[in-house]
């Protein structure tokens, strides 16, 4: 009697612990937080003492098992005899040895599933063997041979019981109690398999509500999951106001960028915050935790379904050849030596001029080749372009095959207070690294332009426009042909690159605002930098010589739309005339210097189609071979003696359409 005592001594221990942490607990309040109290006091014990607590309950269940079992055996309860203490001895030891041997109590209970059913029953069949040797074969006096296979399956039954009521009684309504106040109300979109694990994921994340399912199938409204509603998606927009949602997961695999565009327009003007699925086979193999998820992104929304590259274009200038990308550190030209990574070229040479940025990119393609396992040499150059000394050097050490040039001041106001050093870095460095390309016989030279080059009202749009230049006037030449093949390649704004207005957005969203736009009528055309990269690549390979390619960049987006919806992805709603208690102004500032409301893309009209849907070929005259090198020259001294009042001059002179914003 004394051994027993001791031996339950740290299970008393801790349950008068327990009853103590309760006791502080007020008896008024609802069954439901009192539940989660309790859970809440367990998770204070340690692995170790919640171990102990769990194995007395499983001691509790064994005998219980035995009493059931010599009922179900004999037809009457026999509780404290000698026969039934022999038998419960038994099967407590066996058992004991057989779950620590299994596993069982490394289980976390909460998370209990069909691996730990299949755990249990493994324990269980390791403590059938030796009931069955010592009560069916060797035999126990007094105890009935067929209680060596009953009461284990009745154990096994009862194991198995108690965590499901663990599970999905205690957890559960523990968790119910817990959402109150602050707590987050969900809407999963989505009732196949990725949403029912998401939903069980969530029901153990504090301060989250889960309102029910949304789906698309009509077939599935009314259903319930696992206690969740399921409602249509045409019901979203009532189900957001009414249930006051403020959050909405996306467990959709594949959905389309339309679908989440359509999502978005559903939902009107209500704020609501929209989290998209990481990996839809992560969820599924219960890999990825809540906190992996990540918020729908603009790019998400203004992005368009991707239409599959074509694997001979992509590959015909870059796979085993030397390719070498200037500005490589940029948001195109880093991508761009992201997807030629991925093409199997023989090298790939990054030339950069800010030593960050060349750090930067040169660590993440090294990272990208590894985990590809790509084998090809990776050569990081510091170097400005317009040093036509060291443009020289690289190209004579490195003889590319294939250049991308990238490298440019692209920002408006900023190249239109430093016309000097703009014009010094965007013309005469593509006159350097292009001249350079022409003497060692690059096979393809491809430039990235940019709409801002189309009838410019600023020094950068203007400047681009004569890079342009300079490539079409050395293609027409008759000595040329054959030997480089050089090509431009026009688009508008990419999403996330460093000047964008996206960036500025988020950061001011996170700042509480104000969202700062230049003129309300202002709009612009956006594609993602991948998608931008993807094409350019292959426009290179298409080209013949002295092409301007421009990228459908589909309709072009009002700014202030594009800031409202950003608001409202942040779940927040935008300060009006309509809704003064709102989170976040939107702000007019007026247009910077240089900048338009209005974008465009061709300079001529008529543009011809190419093989690729969204690449065509704009037909736009440009300055003699001759007359061009001589404003060049111009230029040039211009730049050398500091004189910007000529350098405009001459830059309007060379771009007839340039006529300079009066803002």
Known sequence: M??????????????????????????SMPFALRARAAVDRLDEFSRSQKRILVGAGDAVLCVLAVWIAYYLRLNEWRLFTEDVAKLTVGALVFWFAAAFASGVYREFFRFSGSGTMMRIAGAVGIMLAPMVIVFLIVLIPGVPRTLSVLQPIIFFLLLVLSRIMIRYVIMDLAAFGGVHGNARRILIYGAGAPGMRLASAMRHEPGFRIEGYVDDDVLMRGQRLDRLKVYHSSDLPTLVRDKEISDIYLALPRLTHSAKQQIMEGLGEQPVQIMALPNVRDIIEGGVSINEFREIDIADLL?????????????????????????????????????????????????????????????????????????????????NISDRASINRILERHSPDTIFHAAAYKHVPLVEAN?????????????????????????????????KAVRPTNIMGATKRVCEQILQAHA????????????????????????????????????????????????????????????VIQAGAMAEGGEVYVLDMGNPI?????????????????????????????????????????E????????????????????????????????????????????????????????????????
Not at 441 to 447: A, C, D, P, T
Not at 619 to 625: I, L, N, T, W
Request: net charge negative; hydrophobic share 45%; aromatic share 4%.
């Open 303 to 383: 992005g368009r379904s991707p239409i599959a590259p074509d694997k001979r274009l992509m590959a015909q200038t870059i796979t085993e050849k030397t390719v070498m990308v200037s500005g490589a550190g940029g948001s195109i030209g880093s991508e761009l030596c992201n997807q030629i990574a991925q093409l199997s070229p023989s090298k790939l040479v990054l030339v950069e001029l800010s030593e960050f940025a060349l750090y930067s990119v040169d660590n993440a393609i090294r990272d990208l080749a590894k985990s590809i396992r790509a084998d090809f040499e990776i050569v990081p150059e510091l170097c």
């Open 476 to 535: 027409a030449r008759p000595e040329i042909s054959g030997k480089t093949v050089m090509t431009m390649v026009r688009f508008g704004n990419v999403l996330g690159s460093s000047g964008s207005v996206v960036p500025l957005f988020k950061r001011q969203i996170r700042q509480g605002g104000p969202l700062t736009i230049t003129d309300k009528r202002i709009n612009r055309y956006f594609m993602t930098i991948p998608e931008a990269a993807e094409l």
């Open 419 to 451: 016309v000097i050093g703009g014009a010094r870095n965007n013309i005469i460095g593509t006159l350097n690294i292009m001249q350079a390309a022409l003497a060692r016989e690059v096979s393809n030279f491809i430039l990235i332009s940019t709409d």
């Open 600 to 663: 465009e893309l061709l300079i001529g009209d008529d543009p011809l189609p190419t093989s690729h849907p969204r690449i065509m070929q704009a037909r736009e005259k440009h300055m003699p071979y001759d007359a061009l090198m001589e404003a060049l020259s111009h230029l040039a001294k211009a730049l050398d003696d500091g004189r910007a009042a000529d350098v405009r001059k001459i830059i309007a002179e060379m771009v007839p359409e340039y006529v300079a914003a009066q803002n």
């Open 558 to 598: 009002k700014i202030i739309d594009l800031a409202r919806t950003m608001i409202r992805l942040s779940g927040l709603q935008e300060i009006s005339d309509e809704r003064p208690d709102g989170d976040i102004a939107i702000t007019e500032i007026g247009l910077r210097p240089g900048e338009k409301l209005y």
């Open 2 to 27: 004394e051994a027993a005592t001791h031996a339950c001594a740290p299970v008393l221990h801790l349950l008068v612990r327990w009853s103590l942490m309760l006791d502080n607990t007020s008896a």
